[in-house]
């Protein structure tokens, strides 16, 4: 029976091989019309011998991995709050060396502050004012990967805190403005409406052979 | 040789030469200054076999090394990349201690042991895996180009860069091993609503992207080998995604979580980086595909032609979306091409590799290559991408044809943007 068994499932893992490169469509896209190259969707494979090797967990055990914010309406914010003054505090003890005084670029990264309205010049400038279509990105990079020497140590309080402080730098909330969950994902980021669909392929080349040009 | 490929081979070879291929001392009885000494390495014994140990290229190759980049000098080198030397690389196949490296907050050191990997969100039940759980999936091994969306970035309208290291070193060839991410997937039940999956590293930037579904469940891998052995730590060790024929970036590395939603997350880097400027001020968002490309590596900048004579010109072409079908090369600038041998195996999204005999006559020529996928696309020039493509500044997933410049005697450089 062990050999039957083994037999069995060399079968299926050639099959589900055989199965991956057929069926495709070119050009194929998402419903939000994303480019998914050549091969298009096709449904999951029933494997006739399953093996399950996962191991059943709840949510409440990731609570301290599950840090993804969902930017477009902050969905994944945690309680807490900072404010602008909170966060000129924690960026002086924290920032500062790496992004300079008032984020306007230091030892190591450029500025963080102004570029609205650039991206139709020569030179633009990218900063989280200039560049994020939604406020709570500022939440979710700087929980995950801030400070770069070390990140995930922040409090949600600290973290609210700079997110106010950046975006007060920014001229996008007052100086007594105070961002927690509730007010983070109302506040209007220039670049809200600045993205569009991939509509590659955009270059139409003609495979000229001779007397070319 | 059947005799159409044998027809077929000739007529290639014949590519670019006139028909003859000269240069080539064919004589007899020639004398040289004195005769062949016998080597020392027939006089003595080598090296013993070690009792264990890991094998290390010849000390005569230790120039062939990746680098980081000479053009945009990070100020830090966690959130850097290196790239890979293509000069040297005679296959489609990228060494391990060559594969390209972007980093966002160093690499770091797992634990095999200790790591885990979990799925959860809009799936019937959330999961968490050990190391030893995932090889013991099915597995399936997977030949694909990897490439950095920012490859060629530097060098758009004008040349800055010198090799083809640094136009083009943020692409590698790998046989990539794991599991299909469908399968685990399955096996945690995706909600019939979720429609977007985010993969999240282990690292100190937690790096993090939204991957349509579709794509997740087509035929991204989840993986623990590449050529033949467990990941290297830069890689991605002990597991990362591998999403085929897309922008590197999305390949998340460290790979910790796996979570199912309705909606994209836009995260930072999928917004404020990773988007394609355009002319009117705005970004293309979400675009992933890595298009049809190719780039002589031999002869490439930097390299010096040892007189004129044959010179075989060598290169790679890969494709996002499909199989290379053709690759064609010019020695004139682009004003004649002829179609070069593509040498098997070719195969979907992965690098394909192309030669062509050339007789160069010694005078200043210009070296291009141009690839034909098998959706019938063709790479386009950078002039044909500036009609779209942000007009100034940089370009991401930049894949105009590379010129280089042969001048009369013999130097190859960078001619981007200047053809």
Redesign the interface.
């Known amino acids: 029976m062990p050999s039957a068994r083994f037999s069995l499932?060399a079968v299926?893992?050639l099959t589900?091989?055989a199965q991956?490169?057929g069926g495709s469509t070119?050009?194929?896209k998402?419903?939000?019309g994303?480019?998914?190259?050549?091969?298009?969707?096709?449904?999951?494979?029933?494997?006739p011998d399953?093996?399950?090797?996962?191991?059943?967990?709840?949510?409440a055990?990731?609570a301290a991995?599950?840090?993804?914010?969902?930017?477009?309406d902050g969905q994944g914010l945690p309680a807490g709050q900072g404010s602008v003054a909170e966060g000129q505090k924690v960026y002086a003890a924290k920032c500062v060396a790496?992004h300079g005084a008032d984020a306007k670029g230091g030892?190591?990264?450029g500025t963080m502050v102004g570029g609205i309205g650039s991206?139709?010049t020569?030179?633009?400038v990218?900063t989280?004012g200039s560049?994020?279509?939604?406020a709570p990105?500022l939440f979710?990079?700087i929980r995950?990967?801030m400070p770069?020497d070390r990140?995930?140590t922040l409090t949600a309080n600290e973290v609210y805190a700079l997110s106010a402080y950046i975006l007060n730098l920014n001229g996008l909330v007052p100086a007594d403005a105070v961002m927690d969950a509730n007010s983070m994902p109302k506040v209007q980021m220039p670049?809200r409406n600045?993205?569009?669909?991939?509509?590659?392929?955009?270059?139409?080349?003609?495979?000229?052979?001779?007397?070319?040009? | 040789m059947a005799e159409n490929a044998r027809r077929d081979f000739l007529r290639r070879t014949a590519a670019l030469t006139g028909g003859v291929v000269a240069g080539t001392a064919a004589t007899t009885g020639a004398a040289r200054a004195a005769p062949l000494a016998i080597p020392p390495t027939n006089q003595e014994p080598g090296r013993i076999i070690e009792e264990s140990a890991y094998g290390v290229p010849s000390k005569f190759e230790a120039h062939v090394k990746r680098r980081r980049t000479d053009v945009l000098k990070n100020r830090q080198n966690l959130s850097d990349w290196s790239m890979t030397p293509l000069q040297y690389q005679p296959g489609i196949i990228t060494p391990n201690g060559l594969v390209f490296e972007r980093h966002h907050a160093g690499t770091p050191d797992i634990d095999p042991k200790t790591h885990r990997l979990v799925i959860h969100g809009m799936v019937k039940q959330p999961l968490e895996f050990s190391m030893d759980d995932l090889v013991r999936y099915p597995s399936v091994s997977r030949f694909h180009f990897h490439e950095c969306s920012g490859n060629g970035l530097t060098d758009w309208l004008k040349p800055a860069s010198t090799t083809v290291q640094q136009t083009h070193g943020l692409l590698s060839g790998v046989l990539w091993t794991g599991v299909l991410a469908s399968t685990l997937m399955e096996e945690a039940g995706v909600d019939p609503k979720g429609k977007w999956v985010l993969f999240e590293g282990a690292d100190a930037s937690a790096h993090t992207r939204s991957i349509p579904l579709e794509k997740v469940l087509d035929d991204t891998l989840i993986v623990y080998a590449m050529n033949g052995e467990a990941l290297r730590p830069e890689n991605g060790y002990p597991v990362r995604v591998v999403i085929p024929g897309w922008e590197g970036n999305v390949s998340v590395k460290w790979l910790r979580r796996i979570k199912v939603a309705d909606q994209p997350w836009y995260f930072r880097s999928e917004t404020a980086r990773y988007t394609d400027p355009m002319p009117d001020g705005k970004w293309r968002k979400f675009s992933m595909v890595m298009e049809t490309k190719s780039v002589i590596t031999s002869p490439s900048g930097g390299q010096q032609l040892k007189g004129p004579g044959f010179h075989e010109i060598r290169g790679l072409a890969w494709s996002g979306t499909g199989k290379i079908r053709a690759v064609d090369v010019s020695a004139d600038g682009g004003k004649t091409w002829r179609e070069a041998m593509l040498e098997e195996p070719i195969m979907d999204k992965c690098l394909t590799r192309f030669k062509a005999a050339w007789n160069w006559d010694g005078t200043p020529a210009t070296l291009m290559s141009r690839a034909v996928d098998s959706n019938g696309y063709v790479q386009p020039s950078v002039a044909d991408l500036r009609k779209t493509r942000a007009i100034v500044g940089f370009v991401q997933h930049h894949n105009a044809i590379q010129p280089w410049t042969v001048s009369a005697n013999g130097e190859v450089r960078n001619a981007i943007g200047q053809v």
């Not at chain 1, 994303?34 to 494997?47: C, D, S, Y």
């Not at chain 1, 991995?65 to 477009?72: E, F, G, P």
């Not at chain 1, 600045?194 to 495979?207: I, N, Q």
């Open positions: 499932i299926v893992v589900a091989c991956m490169g070119p050009g194929g998402t419903a939000e994303i480019p998914l190259g050549a091969t298009g969707p096709h449904p999951v494979r029933a494997l399953k093996p399950r090797f996962g191991h059943a967990v709840s949510e055990d990731l991995w599950n840090i993804d914010v969902r930017t477009s790496c030892a190591v990264y991206f139709t020569n030179a633009r990218l989280p560049m994020y279509p939604y990105i979710d990079y995950r990967s770069m990140p995930q670049n600045g993205f569009m669909v991939d509509d590659r392929p955009d270059a139409k080349a003609v495979r000229c052979m001779t007397d070319c040009k």
